[in-house]
């Protein structure tokens, strides 16, 4: 019997791994704030002015808290990732590229789906109504399983499937696009760090794109998440009583801010990056 292909437990590429977990970790702490604000204009559905006020008045303590859940879960996203994209994707090259899509996509936003508990207790430790509730990340975590069970971590957790799968086939599909284009720009460098504007312009507004387009399934995730130890409700009747009781334009509260955030993220994502990448050529190498 053959020993099994290394290549899909870790991948090859582990520079380019690297160097992006990195990168996103800078991208989420420098963007965090704006994270934060945004998680409680869907928490509460005030406008960004007041809740921007309160949010900074509580300290930096406070406003960092949470930050550790979203890293975890986007470093951990980006292994699986890699790992979809250089793996799954190759195995199905010689199936019709919408097909190819479909299929990378689903498994890919379906491993997401496993990190939904980062995402819970993300939203949990924004709630400044739980400040007092919980201690910080491990606490909140303990507690949620201790007090009310390991389900109660996945709450919501048709909402979260239904976007990852959503996110992921549009990302893989796009992924494809988005190296032949890079490919032809490769002689286009405009800036010292090796990444061309194209490029950087390209991944700023593809995710901003998707941020948008998926931010109302994101409040309704929220409205789930903010509930502990209350009656499993399903996404179809979460979505009717979000609607009934604040209208069409609730599902639209932390957009802007989002979408701010959101390209701000992936713009200093792009550029770390690319600093990463050469401090570990230069240096480690």
Not at 61 to 67: K, M, N
Not at 149 to 155: D, S, T
Not at 182 to 201: A, C, D, N, Y
Not at 232 to 259: D, P, Q, T, W
Request: proline share 3%; charged share 20%; aromatic share 14%.
């Amino acid at each position: 019997m053959a020993p099994p292909d290394s290549r899909y437990f870790w991948p090859r590429r582990k520079k380019d791994l690297l160097c992006n977990q990195l990168a996103i970790i800078s991208g989420v702490i420098l963007t965090y704030p704006l994270t934060k604000i945004s998680l409680r204009q869907m928490l509460y559905g005030q406008i960004a002015k007041k809740v921007t006020f309160y949010t900074i008045n509580e300290g930096i303590f406070v406003l960092y808290r949470g930050i550790l859940p979203q890293i975890m879960q986007r470093c951990f996203s980006i292994t699986s990732t890699y790992m979809v994209h250089q793996n799954i994707t190759m195995d199905l090259k010689d199936y019709p590229k919408h097909k190819a899509g479909i299929y990378a996509g689903s498994l890919l936003g379906s491993l997401d789906s496993i990190l939904m508990p980062f995402e819970r207790v993300q939203v949990i430790l924004a709630d400044k109504g739980y400040n007092q509730i919980y201690k910080n990340t491990w606490h909140c975590f303990y507690s949620l399983v201790n007090e009310h069970g390991f389900k109660e971590l996945y709450r919501g957790f048709e909402i979260i499937y239904l976007r990852n799968i959503l996110v992921g086939i549009i990302v893989i599909s796009l992924y494809r696009d988005k190296e032949k284009l890079q490919v032809t720009e490769q002689r286009k460098q405009s800036f010292i760090l090796g990444k061309s504007v194209s490029q950087i312009f390209l991944d700023s507004v593809q995710n901003t794109m998707i941020t948008t387009i998926m931010h109302p399934l994101n409040v309704l995730r929220v409205f789930l998440h903010k509930q502990i130890g209350e009656r499993y409700m399903h996404s179809h009747i979460a979505l009717k009583k979000v609607y009934k009781e604040n209208g069409v334009n609730f599902f639209f509260n932390g957009l802007y801010i989002n979408m701010f955030r959101s390209w701000m993220s992936w713009t200093v994502i792009a550029f770390s990056n690319e600093i990463y990448k050469n401090l570990y050529s230069d240096y480690v190498q």
